[in-house]
């Protein structure tokens, strides 16, 4: 690819066809079917390695390093829109690290580029890196996550819970936040889906990294109707420090 900034719509048609060309350059039949089976998708899964999407992003990141922020969103959404996962990985990786775009992301936004999640993997680099970091820093209001933990769609109700990482794990800029997170995994309790309680379960040993009382309090109240798994690897955690 040559190095000169992207300034256009169409140069983003140009580009994406290019790093489309490269997921297809590495795609690895098996990986693709291992893929399909563990994180299966309505999207198009081409079965291309995370050490084999990095150069890409990190390319992405140079071309994009001083362009506006509303230049990285629009490239992120129509990146993101060609329904591909690693594509999608990549948008969202390239938003996450362009701070001043990732801090001027809007509810509206984040919903387009949420929209469809149908797999652990997409929720979690969603809210794990977008939403998650949106809400913490106020560009969310908590009655919008509060109001994903009540979805009918699982996929969103882990994306409530994996968001309350970013209030908590240090190395993405977490503080602790023990009382929004709690309210989120109070509305989540019950509830018995798997990916679900995958994602409360995260939450939950995120948050006693911070501050365990709340966790363990937690716990023991909600012990009759918290899915077991939960129970067993947060109280794992919180008496070994192991996952």
């Known amino acids: 690819m040559c190095a000169q900034a992207v300034k256009s719509r169409e140069n983003f048609k140009e580009l994406i066809g290019e790093i489309v060309t490269r997921l ?17 998708s309505a999207m198009t899964i081409k079965g291309v390695t995370v050490p084999d999407i990095r150069p890409i992003v990190k390319e992405m990141n140079r071309r994009f390093k ?17 329904r591909i996962l690693e594509a999608q990985q990549i948008a969202i990786e390239v938003l996450e690290k362009h701070k001043s775009a990732r801090q001027s992301l809007t509810l509206e936004d984040l919903l387009e580029l949420g929209h469809g999640i149908d797999n652990w993997v997409s929720v979690d680099y969603f809210a794990g890196l977008l939403a998650g970091p949106a809400w913490r820093e106020g560009q969310i209001p908590d009655e919008i996550v509060e109001k994903w933990a009540t979805s009918k769609d699982k996929w969103w109700r882990r994306a409530a819970v994996v968001c309350t990482v970013a209030l908590n794990q240090k190395a993405r800029g977490g503080n ?18 798997e990916m679900v309680a995958k994602g409360l379960s995260w939450a939950l040993r995120e948050l006693a990294k911070r501050e365990a009382a709340p966790v363990v309090e937690f716990v023991n109240q909600y012990e009759s109707v918290l899915p ?10 919180l008496d070994t420090g192991r996952k």
């Open 24 to 40: 297809d350059q590495k795609a690895d039949p098996e990986r693709r079917e291992w893929a399909k089976k563990n994180y299966a």
């Open 66 to 82: 001083n362009a506006a922020p509303e230049e990285v969103i629009d490239f992120a959404k129509q990146l993101n829109g060609r």
């Open 176 to 193: 602790g936040d023990p009382q929004r997170t709690l309210k989120i995994c109070t509305l989540v309790a019950k509830d018995q889906d």
């Open 228 to 237: 077991k798994r939960v129970i067993r690897e947060v109280r794992r955690k």
